[in-house]
């Protein structure tokens, strides 16, 4: 065996150095390719934190923003380069595909480009121009704010015309910035059967032209679009957003004190203070439940299922036939199931057994958090402990439920969820709690395609099979803090109580 010297160890070394220096100019060829085609606030899955579409100069040459472009690739790339320009006056041609069946097969979808829509019956529907109010472009916070409130105000359920059945269920959808996920989501509900009898429901947070357009251009089922207006875009320099008097997260209270900043004196638990990139879902969760459940006249009379996604939730064809099998074999139940629970966080999904097992154990929320589903009824039973919810020191909404399910109402929650085949997948690799440099939605999304695929004659199960209760080693419930500040407080409470008014400066949207 040849003795290693310094002068072989060096030269090894060089060798190394330079294979590795190759295989990184050949990634910059490979990628570059992508840098004048998709902008990079699209292909990361998300359109930043500035007002109104705008993109970080440094993004289009980065190698990072050339990653991302490539991670989301699978996006044709034409509705991209649309989205990168002003909103058309009139949809484009592609978005309208007439004479589907109502339930393709998910093998010969895999051999078609991702469409839009997918129309039960025989027409090409005619829009009308799109209104003027949805192609801001760089507007200001006051404008953003007025176009908000506005489209709250109207109500309008976008494919009415089209759809004029009841409606059986309704999919709610938390959408802040990330259109490449949002993209993929919806191309997983244009697939669920009896979609076209629901009502999909965009509640959103972040103002912009391009996922306005994305929403609008949906034709499989009828649409509601909401706004929660006490967003950071709007206020980027003042409470709920950053305001910059506010205290540093780790000041401590004595250095607060000092300071002598906005919120010294409401710090959390463990003595940090608010953070609005955090607080701000809790706020837009709470905020899009009572407009759902208390001030929408079009959900008024509506007390049929509602199902509670995110943006980057992907959804199995089946969806609505597993959810109607659980609410029917809920009524032979001899004790109370209050959720319904669709989606697990399952490491090794398995749909090459039986997929219609579920099991009834306590709701929980770092395992039955996704794709909750339950009815006005069972809201009415959470709503007396809300201004719990609100005063609980937690910036994470699911962790507030999970408070006033376990010590407010009568009794505990308890959830019926599918085992190991669950109906909607987290696919989201980059966000507030995500901190991957690279995402690739598109990439998981397609594995969890081709594993359908493979077991299509494993959906639409005639009967669900009752299985022992899962081993859930759930943590004692301890709050992660985040929630100290009054002000986030009262705003939490507004929202439900109308005796409470926002704190000062902010709109009432009563």
């Known amino acids: ?93 592609q978005f309208v595909q007439s004479q589907l069946p109502d339930r393709p097969l998910l093998t010969q979808q895999l051999q078609q480009p991702l469409l839009l829509t997918r129309t039960p019956f025989n027409f090409t529907p005619v829009e009308d121009p799109l209104p003027l109010i949805y192609s801001l472009q760089n507007a200001n916070a006051t404008a953003i704010l007025d176009a908000m409130l506005a489209i709250n105000a109207e109500h309008e359920i976008l494919n009415a015309q089209f759809y004029n059945g009841p409606i059986t269920e309704v999919i709610v959808v938390q959408v802040h910035d990330r259109i ?100 701000q879902t809790k706020h837009h969760w709470l905020y899009k439940m009572n407009r759902l459940f208390e001030r929408s006249p079009v959900l008024a009379n509506f007390t049929g299922q509602f199902v509670f996604l995110e943006e980057d939730h992907y959804v199995v064809e089946d969806l609505l036939h597993m959810l109607r099998l ?70 994470n909404w699911d962790w507030s439920l999970n408070h006033i399910l376990t010590k407010c109402t009568k009794r505990p929650f308890q959830t019926m969820v599918i085992r190991i085949s669950p109906r909607v997948f987290h696919i989201g690799q980059c966000g507030v709690h995500h901190k991957n440099k690279v995402c690739n939605p598109a990439l998981l999304s397609s594995k969890l395609d081709r594993m359908l695929a493979n077991n299509i004659a494993k959906l639409y199960p005639d009967q669900l099979m009752f299985n022992a209760k899962l081993k859930i080693r759930a943590r004692a419930l301890k709050p992660n803090g985040g929630w100290g500040d009054l002000r986030d407080r009262r705003l939490c409470s507004s929202f439900f109580n109308s005796s409470e008014s926002p704190p000062s400066g902010l709109p009432y949207d009563r």
């Not at 090794?348 to 009815?375: C, E, I, L, Y």
Request: glycine fraction near 4%; hydrophobic fraction near 40%.
């Open 180 to 279: 490449g996920y949002l993209y993929l989501l919806i191309d997983s509900l244009r697939r669920v059967k009896d979609v076209e009898d629901c009502l999909l429901v965009f509640s959103h947070d972040v103002y912009s032209s391009a996922i306005n357009a994305l929403v609008r251009s949906i034709r499989f089922a009828r649409v509601l679009q909401i706004f929660y207006p006490y967003t950071k875009q709007i206020y980027f320099d003042r409470f709920p957003g950053n305001d910059p008097r506010d205290c540093p997260r780790d000041a401590g209270l004595y250095r607060a004190r000092q300071l002598g900043c906005n919120n010294a004196e409401w710090p959390d638990k463990y003595g940090h203070y608010r953070e609005s990139k955090y607080t």
């Open 1 to 93: 065996m040849p003795r290693l010297t310094p002068q072989r160890l060096v030269r090894g070394t060089a060798y190394i150095l330079a294979a590795l220096m190759l295989c990184h100019i050949v990634l910059m060829l490979n990628n570059s390719k992508f840098s004048n085609t998709i902008p990079s606030y699209l292909a990361s899955g998300s359109l930043g934190s500035n007002p109104v579409d705008s993109v970080p100069p440094d993004e289009e040459t980065s190698i990072a923003g050339r990653r991302r472009m490539a991670s989301i690739k699978a996006i044709p790339v034409e509705l991209l380069q649309r989205f990168a320009r002003p909103v058309p006056q009139h949809l484009p041609d």
């Open 326 to 395: 659980m609410v029917a074999a809920r009524k032979d139940l001899s004790q109370n199931v209050e959720i319904l629970t669709l989606g697990t966080y399952e490491k090794k999904p398995d749909f090459t057994r039986n997929t219609a097992q579920v099991v009834v154990d306590k709701w929980v929320s770092s395992f039955h958090n996704m794709g909750m589903s339950f009815s006005r009824a069972i809201w009415d039973q959470i709503k007396p402990c809300l201004p719990a919810f609100c005063s609980f020191d937690d910036y």
